[in-house]
Nanobody, 117 residues
Framework: VQPVESGGGSAQAGKSLRLSCTAP????????MGWYRQAAGQEREWVSS???????RYADSVKGRFTISKDRSKDTVYLQMDNLKPEDTAIYSC????????????WGQGTQVTVSS
């Protein structure tokens, strides 16, 4: 279960981007899928997660703007980011953890998101 992210890039404030994370086997292993981000000079922070039965959670900073979803047939999780803000600029990483993925889980390499004002 090695996550691989894609879809990062640059956008102006108020625009949208969609990130994808493909992690073969996460669905069959009942793993939780999470998105995290790390801005330059800051600690990594949790952004959103989706559980095996599709319960979703969001950090307060992105609630109402970001939507997490998954396609089990593709073992892919998405993060739709709308109404982007400059403070959303960060490296976004995907993590597969819990249940069959173990407590620490597996991390993707990350993808850069840059939002300009």
């Amino acid at each position: 279960v090695q996550p691989v992210e894609s879809g990062g890039g640059s956008a102006q404030a108020g625009k949208s981007l969609r990130l994808s994370c493909t992690a073969p086997g996460f669905s069959s292993n009942n793993c939780i899928m999470g998105w995290y981000r790390q801005a330059a000079g800051q600690e990594r922070e949790w952004v959103s997660s989706i559980e095996p039965l599709d319960d979703t959670r969001y950090a307060d900073s992105v609630k109402g703007r970001f939507t997490i979803s998954k396609d089990r047939s593709k073992d892919t999780v998405y993060l739709q980011m709308d109404n982007l803000k400059p403070e959303d600029t960060a490296i976004y990483s995907c993590r597969a953890y819990g249940h069959g993925c173990g407590p620490d889980g597996y991390w993707g390499q990350g993808t850069q998101v840059t939002v300009s004002s």
